[in-house]
């Protein structure tokens, strides 16, 4: 399985962008496929996350209500809608995707993941 990420870019505090995750080799129905990111100097944090049945989303409290997280079964891609951007929104963001019962119980945790895209640099300026 592999991941590439795109989308990201330089925008302005309360912009948008669209991240996009395209998944090849397995159909994305077989997987949880979340976004993670990194900011400079910290720790890797978890974003959101959408499951391979239900397609129910998981977020973090920091984009709830910013951040939408969507997937295309059909064009094997999942995508990252980013609102009302925030500096602190500022990272290099990671997809990733595991199928597996650890990884459904545990969504948020980046070790239960196996596979991962090249991150997209996401810039947002004040």
């Known amino acids: 399985v592999q991941l590439q990420a795109f989308g990201g870019g330089l925008v302005q505090a309360w912009g948008s962008l669209r991240l996009s995750c395209v998944v090849s080799g397995r159909p994305i129905t077989s997987y949880l496929v979340a976004w993670f990111r990194q900011a400079p100097g910290k720790e890797q944090e978890f974003v959101a996350a959408?499951?391979?049945?239900?397609?129910?989303?998981y977020y973090a409290d920091s984009v709830k209500g910013r951040f939408t997280i969507s997937r295309d079964n059909a064009k094997n891609q999942v995508y990252l809608q980013m609102d009302s951007l925030k500096p602190e929104d500022t990272a290099v963001y990671h997809c990733?995707?595991?199928?597996?019962?650890?990884?459904?119980?545990?969504?948020?945790?980046?070790?239960?993941?196996?596979?991962w895209g090249q991150g997209t640099e996401v810039t947002v300026s004040s």
């Open positions: 959408v499951t391979w049945t239900t397609s129910s989303p």
């Open positions: 990733a995707a595991e199928s597996g019962l650890f990884t459904s119980l545990c969504p948020r945790l980046g070790t239960a993941f196996g596979y």
